[in-house]
């Protein structure tokens, strides 16, 4: 067996550990005879499982307890439609548009309302973030939405927006667990658990509970009503269940790893390694502005598109893989979640120190 170094921006990098435990609790979860698979999601086994997850992830952020932490399925983007549905009471809400991401969550709202795009780093390729102090927010607006870290174009919020009293409501998915969180500075954060947390297809809502309502209109669906989940303790129906056992399982290893203040220290010290390198490279260059730059999404090029190609394949043949850029940016992106070992990353710039030093 051998793992290779995985930059992928999701799914993304499990902590190694996690991975083992899972194979061994696979045939027989702790003398239950069957994979977690394989049990009733109403069987006091997985309730312990379900309860645990919930309790480590409260811990975890020190989530207060008028929130309600939601297991879902449909991943982050299934709460583009749910957020507005549920939220939308005077049917207004402003986005700032930061990514691709932000901009499905309001091409999505505007099915249900009146979303208005308040602000955007559209005309530079969203490589920076908004001065989010004085935004023209809507004075009905039901929420104000962002997306905290920008996956695709390596962006962070460091500051949040002054939303003038009116609710925050962040897609978390790519930053989550990353560093400490005041989570009564929102009234609704969502994350799809692939690129941090666990398996694709399970999202969590962490959301105060005066937002959850019954008076919505008809159409919404029961299983995109935050009430039908929150009254069911996320078991409306059967919730993906294996992989919210693997979420469990890495909420434990945050915990094991000294919690989010520890996670932030881990994941501040592989980012500068990778931003001093490509601040001091002479072929490569981060893109994006370094004021609002992500500590878990790195994108850089060289500047030239064969190069940048070569690069890729070099580096994927030495075991550094998923390394190419989105699309819409081009050249690469190191993803250095969580899980990334500081080897990992050490290895990596090695590695282009090695390149630049070849090709130039
Ligand atoms: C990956 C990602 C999504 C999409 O997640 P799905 O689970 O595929 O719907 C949404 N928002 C952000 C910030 C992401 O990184």
């Known amino acids: 067996m051998s793992r290779v170094f995985n930059f992928s921006a999701g799914p993304s990098v499990l902590p190694e550990v996690v991975l083992k435990q899972a194979a061994e609790e696979m045939l027989d979860y702790k003398g239950s005879g069957m994979s977690v698979m394989e049990m009733s999601h109403r069987s006091k086994v997985y309730d312990n499982i379900i309860k645990e997850a919930e309790q480590d992830l409260r811990d975890l952020m020190d989530i207060p307890d008028n929130y309600k932490v939601l297991f879902l399925q449909g991943g982050a983007s299934q709460q583009f439609a749910a957020v507005p549905m549920n939220l939308m009471k005077n049917g207004v809400a402003d986005y700032i548009i930061t990514g691709q991401w932000a901009k499905k969550a309001y091409e999505e709202a505007k099915k249900y309302g009146k979303a208005n795009a308040i602000a955007s780093s559209a005309d530079k390729t969203f490589s920076y973030i908004p001065d989010c102090s004085d935004l023209p927010i809507s004075e009905d607006a039901d929420y104000v939405y962002i997306c905290h870290n920008n996956t695709i174009y390596g962006t962070a919020y460091k500051e949040l927006p002054n939303t003038k009293g009116k609710i925050l409501v962040a897609d978390m998915s790519s930053d989550i667990l990353s560093q400490p969180v005041n989570v009564s500075d929102y009234g609704l954060i969502f994350f799809g658990v692939q690129k941090n947390v666990g398996p ?100 850089f090029v060289t500047g030239n598109e064969e190069l940048d190609a070569k690069f890729v394949k070099e580096a994927t043949a030495a075991g550094f893989v998923n390394l190419k850029g989105h699309r819409t940016v081009g050249g690469m992106r190191a993803s250095i979640y969580n899980a990334m070992p500081i080897e990992g990353v050490e290895k990596l710039v090695a590695f282009m120190k090695d390149f630049e030093e070849k090709n130039s």
């Open 200 to 299: 694709a297809g399970v999202v969590v809502v962490i959301i105060r509970e005066d937002l959850i309502r019954d008076d919505l209109p008809a159409y919404v669906p029961t299983m995109l009503k935050y009430k039908t989940q929150a009254d069911n303790d996320s078991l409306y129906n059967t919730p993906p269940c294996y992989g919210i056992y693997i979420c469990g399982l890495v909420f434990k290893w945050v915990k094991e790893m000294g919690g989010l203040s520890a996670m932030k220290a881990h994941n501040e010290k592989k980012a500068q390694i990778l931003y001093n390198f490509l601040d001091s490279s002479k072929m490569f260059r981060g893109t994006v502005e370094k004021k609002d730059r992500s500590l878990m999404n790195v994108p």
